[in-house]
RNA sequence: GGAGGGGUGGGCGAGUGGCUAAAACCAGCAGACUGUAAAUCUGCCGCCUGAAAUGGCUACGCAGGUUCGAAUCCUGCCCCCUCCA
């Protein structure tokens, strides 16, 4: 019962939640699902309702009445006639749900009045997702050693995977046949599917670039597979995910200029042809900006993509190696460009300080490994940087992680139990150690919404960046040159 | 009592005259990881000195010996394993 009435006090003080619900209609719905609550349900139903109401009242603008009481009686609410006709007295929504998210997919919540930063919602059929937004990658349609469930209660509400990984394995029609990426993989929320582009840069010396496509020599069993934007466009229809990417060339760095020309510009005729071949209505179709780190390649792409028209914007080919302040330049020259009101998608970064760089610069959406993989390698993400659990020092420190952190992980099990886990290789500490990062960068997101709403991101910024401690950039350079020299020897 | 095999760095285990402070693997110590071919990769790992190169010392059961040079060859001793009695 204790946890019930917890429930009921976040769902009212919990800020990032009452503040996309500012109107008395939602207010109502809101307190009459916490009666439902009290009439006293089950934790599990409490979750299911809580889950469902928010969904409801975030998403009333798109629904109409019916669809709003299919839903709430779903989740085994009895429907009040009232409570409903007061929400829509305002205007209930008009044509189908998918044909009114392809419309108004984002908006803009607040905006920072010292920054670039903004707050959204993107809008989508399986759910909101609040802006900016942290992005866990699940490849093979699964988050590395997590559960959909685990993912939820670290605060996800969207996930990543991978177009080129699913069509080798199971394939594209294997996951149709079982209803869908979000039925196969048990996510009933936001799913965005990336491309296939990045492998181009990852499993380079697998596959070859024409102007038609990619020709890929499968990882698994060295067959030859051709990848056309339309042949990416078709895969990623049968998957079924509600954010899709058109197929790009992610360039490495360095990069000579003249193949980054060469790459980007292909990549543009690539979003052409994605656009055309693209049919479900239900899914968003981003753009793709490429150039390397080249202002003017940069620029060109921007414009030419901003002139197709897409419903989102994705920046790619950086965090392939290149300097932070690189990264940076690049990212201002995109933004500048990018249209205010389209949601925009960092692929593949980052780390908890190019979260804050990205989103002063306006990004809304960031995906990327980093913090499960080096989870799975035994470092973990701290207010002060990176704690490297397998370390001696930790032996008989019972202490949590991170002292305040409310994750599973810290909730329950203390350093020494954790590095005892990793040193003896039980898959546990594996599981633990991505709960606790994924929590820390979802949660780290979250703050940085907040902050923007209430009007202090910067300085939220500055104190964040003021103790935590990034791996210098010298390190990062000697471990690339250690690793290329090994591979060379080789 | 007899015959045979063997004793190598924290473990296991290569090495049979100089290229050996001694392979590989494990353990240990430290670092990295950015749209995941990643529960992966890299470095260190006898002692002392040094940032490092290097230098010094000790070392292949123990004690002697042969040799310019020995983990490696010879002699004696100790210990372990297998088989026979």
């Known amino acids: 019962m204790e946890n019930i009435h917890s429930a009921i006090e976040r769902l009212y003080q919990d800020e990032t939640l009452t503040a996309d619900v500012d ?11 916490a009666e439902q609550i009290k009439a006293g349900r089950t934790e599990e139903e409490v979750r299911q309702v809580i889950r469902t109401l928010n969904r409801v009242i975030s998403r009333r603008a798109f629904l109409s009445p019916a669809e709003a009481r299919a839903r709430l009686e779903a989740a085994g609410l009895p429907v009040d006639e009232a409570v409903l006709s ?42 909101d997702v609040p802006t900016p937004a942290f992005i866990p990658v699940g490849t093979q349609a699964t988050v590395k050693t997590v559960s959909p469930d685990e993912l939820r209660e670290a605060g996800a509400t969207i996930v990543l995977a991978n177009t080129y990984h699913l069509y080798l394995r199971p394939g594209a029609d294997v996951i149709a046949e079982l209803g869908g990426l979000h039925r196969f993989m048990g996510w009933d929320g936001p799913i965005l599917t990336d491309s296939g582009g990045f492998q181009v840069f990852s499993l380079a010396a697998n596959r070859q670039v024409a102007e038609e496509g990619v020709t890929f020599r499968s990882h698994i069993d060295g067959s030859l597979h051709l990848f056309t934007p339309e042949k990416v466009i078709e895969v990623q229809e049968k998957l079924g995910a509600d954010i899709v990417m058109p ?33 479900r209505p239900d899914q968003a179709l981003f753009g ?12 060109e792409s921007v414009e030419a993509l901003v ?46 300080e190019d979260f ?25 993400l701290v207010r002060e940087g990176r704690l ?78 003021s ?11 000697n471990e690339a040159a250690h690793r290329r020299r090994a591979r060379l020897r080789s």
Not at 288 to 299: A, E, K, M, N, T
Not at 356 to 380: N, Y
Not at 421 to 436: N, V
């Open 23 to 33: 109107d008395a209609a939602a207010k109502v719905l809101l307190h009459w699902g």
């Open 86 to 127: 007061g929400l829509w007295a305002e205007a209930p929504a008009e044509g189908t749900l998918a044909e009114r998210l392809v419309r108004a997919p984002f908006e803009i919540v607040a905006e920072d009045p010292h920054s670039a930063a903004r707050a959204g919602i993107l809008h989508t059929l399986h759910g």
């Open 247 to 279: 197929l790009d060339e992610c360039t490495p760095y360095p990069c000579p200029r003249d193949y980054a020309e060469e790459a980007h510009r292909r990549t543009l005729r690539w979003a052409e042809r994605s656009r055309k071949a693209h049919r």
């Open 288 to 299: 793709i900006v490429q150039g390397s780190v080249y202002p003017d390649l940069r620029q």
């Open 307 to 352: 002139a197709m028209d897409f419903p989102g914007y994705a920046i790619g080919g950086l965090s392939v190696g290149e300097p932070k302040e690189v990264m940076h330049a690049v990212l201002e020259v995109c933004l500048s460009s990018l249209p205010r009101e389209k949601p925009r998608h960092l692929l593949g970064v980052g780390s908890p």
């Open 356 to 380: 804050f760089e990205g989103v002063a610069r306006g990004m809304d959406m960031f995906d990327c490994v980093l913090a499960t993989r080096i989870a799975r390698h035994g470092s973990l």
């Open 388 to 465: 490297n659990i397998h370390n001696a020092s930790y032996t008989r420190d019972p202490r949590p992680i991170e002292e305040g952190c409310t994750c599973y992980t810290c909730r329950h099990f203390s350093r020494a139990y954790l590095r005892h886990l990793f040193q003896s290789q039980e898959i546990l500490g594996l599981r633990l150690a991505t709960l606790h990062n994924l929590h820390f960068l979802l949660r780290l997101l979250e703050d940085i919404r907040r902050s923007i709403l209430n009007g202090t991101f910067l300085a939220f910024k500055e104190e964040f960046l």
């Open 467 to 477: 103790t935590f401690r990034p791996v210098p950039e010298e390190v990062r350079q």
